[in-house]
């Protein structure tokens, strides 16, 4: 059973806030779940002219910055949360460090966060908070440029799960979570793996059976990861981009939920620092990096 009694929803008061918490309130209601609602006040920067005159307002200003964040986090998604059990939380310092660290000592089972894209940029950009978030939490985070699209009414059900592997040792870990949310909400489990091209050098030999090779052993390997699992999953292998590859099917089966693994300094998708940075820019729907 996925341990998901605490979710964690990070706001910094914009308008990409209320598409996660549609989500945290969904499978906080699946879950019967506590949602903490966190916002860290970052503190002031001063540069080395403004030093002196900034301590002597420090004590005036500090606790009007804190108050005014308290009144604004207070009221901040009631109509997204409503029916929902909601702690709110107002800490000072880095953002990203206190957003994993509160996750962390309160063993929390998701965070639940939007990108920081804006316009037509906005599959290139990853913020730098969520950026931070993703390579150093503890626990699976949701996220995506697409959360802000999500239905006004926190009425959200995962019909199709792709769950993306690397192989590495996280797949294992990735496959069991997707599976467990694939069968609380009834929804279909794919499973899908992306081999890099190959290319040779212009004047080299290529040995046109080695994709094959290469696909059959990660049919071999993705059959013994889901050996156990109650159900048969549907497994698909193809070569090319990782991201292109994975993006692309999660469109081609409307996929909902795009479940991708983190955590291993080895593989395809590393230490959530090249391709599935990609991916979680690229998906045409939510992503889960567990």
């Not at 540069?47 to 108050?67: I, K, Q, S, T, Y």
């Not at 994709?211 to 999953?233: G, I, N, T, W, Y």
Request: aromatic share 6%; net charge negative; with cysteine.
């Amino acid at each position: 059973m996925i341990p998901l009694s605490k979710i964690l929803l990070p706001v910094d008061f914009s308008e990409r806030c209320p598409g996660a918490a549609r989500y945290a309130a969904s499978l906080a209601s699946r879950f019967q779940a506590e949602i903490a609602l966190l916002h860290v006040v970052e503190p002031l920067h001063y540069d080395v002219a403004e030093m002196e005159f900034a301590v002597g307002l420090a004590h005036d200003v500090a606790p009007a910055r804190l108050d005014q964040s308290r009144r604004q986090l207070d009221s901040f998604l009631e109509t997204e949360l409503a029916g929902a059990r909601v702690t709110r939380v107002l800490l000072e310092g880095d953002p990203a460090l206190r957003i994993v660290e509160y996750a962390h000592q309160q063993q929390v089972g998701l965070i639940a966060m939007p990108t920081h894209g804006y316009g037509p940029f906005r599959r290139f950009i990853l913020g730098s908070v969520t950026a931070k978030v993703l390579h150093d939490a503890d626990c699976p985070v949701l996220t995506g440029v697409h959360l802000d699209a999500t239905p006004e009414l926190p009425t959200t059900a995962f019909q199709t799960i792709l769950c993306a592997v690397d192989l590495g040792p996280q797949s294992r870990k990735t496959l069991c979570w997707a599976s467990q949310m694939a069968a609380e909400f009834g929804a279909r489990l794919l499973l899908a793996h992306a081999i890099p091209s190959i290319e040779a050098r212009p004047g080299d030999y290529f040995d046109t059976g080695l994709a094959a090779e290469l696909a059959s052993a990660a049919r071999e390997e993705l059959a013994r990861l889901q050996h156990d699992l109650p159900a048969e999953v549907e497994a698909v292998v193809e070569g090319g981009d990782p991201p292109h590859v994975i993006c692309r099917l999660a469109a081609d089966r409307h996929a909902d939920l795009l479940v991708i693994g983190r955590g291993s300094a080895a593989g395809v998708f590393g230490r959530l620092r090249t391709n599935a940075y990609a991916i979680i820019r690229q998906s045409p729907c939510a992503v889960v990096s567990v």
